[in-house]
């Protein structure tokens, strides 16, 4: 059992340049989310999809794009990279639709921008 | 909207000594407040979570005790040991389907 998938684990882009984190989930989930994670900033919520078929922004959403693919999967695009959006992504899922219950992340994608 | 505060941000205990981790939040409709450990190199994983309906909760060397009057909840954990080390992290979710809110995390490093 697989868990949450993300790749790449590792990617340098140039400023200006696209890329899309890949993440996917093989325990049914209903919700995904998708993460960064910088140094004393905790995690903060970029997107996520509380069902198959919807999407919403959380707290810091600018520069990003999400698809929910199916159910299974659901990618986060960076269409223009930045130095900025330097860091550490994770992917998570829950079971539910609803906010309670365990998320389950995977290891991480930590993407430098230069 | 919800904001989650936790202190301290960095931690440092003898091994067998106790480590207390406190964290308050803001939104007094939240009702779930789940503890997530993260080891160097993986993602955070859930260890313990609590209701607001009760007042503590114990899984052996950890315990979480909530405080709704002052909307404060703690991660207790007891005879540390060098695995405890890791970031740990405090949340917090009102009522209704909005996601989690973190708090900055707590750098735990035990001592031999």
């Known amino acids: 059992n697989a868990g949450v998938t993300q790749t790449p684990k590792f990617q340098v882009l140039k400023t200006g340049q696209s890329m899309t984190l890949q993440c996917a989930q093989d325990?049914?989930?209903?919700?995904m989310y998708w993460y960064r994670q910088d140094p004393g900033m905790g995690l903060r919520l970029i997107y996520y999809?509380?069902?198959?078929?919807?999407?919403d922004k959380g707290e810091v959403p600018n520069g990003y794009n999400v698809s929910r693919l199916n159910k299974r999967e659901f990618s986060l695009r960076l269409e223009s990279a930045a130095p900025s959006q330097t860091s550490v992504y994770f992917c998570?899922?829950?079971?539910?639709?609803?906010?309670?219950?365990?998320?389950?992340f995977g290891e991480g994608s930590r993407l430098t921008v230069l | 909207g919800e904001n989650v505060e936790q202190h301290p941000s960095t931690l440092s205990v003898q091994e067998g000594d106790s480590a207390v981790i406190k964290c308050t939040y803001s939104?007094?409709?939240?009702?779930?407040f789940p503890w997530y450990k993260q080891e160097l190199g993986k993602g955070p994983q859930l260890i313990i979570d609590?209701?607001?309906?009760?007042g503590e909760k114990k899984d052996q060397r950890i315990a979480v005790t909530l405080n709704k009057t002052a909307k404060h909840f703690s991660l207790h954990i007891t005879e540390t040991q060098p695995e405890d080390s890791a970031v740990y992290f405090c949340?917090?979710?009102?009522?209704?389907?909005?996601?989690?809110?973190f708090g900055k995390g707590t750098r735990l490093s035990v001592i031999a």
């Open positions: 998570a899922s829950r079971l539910g639709a609803g906010g309670h219950g365990e998320l389950f």
């Open positions: 325990m049914n989930h209903n919700s």
């Open positions: 609590i209701r607001s309906n009760v």
């Open positions: 939104d007094s409709a939240s009702n779930y």
């Open positions: 949340a917090a979710i009102p009522s209704g389907n909005t996601p989690l809110v």
């Open positions: 999809s509380a069902s198959e078929g919807t999407t």
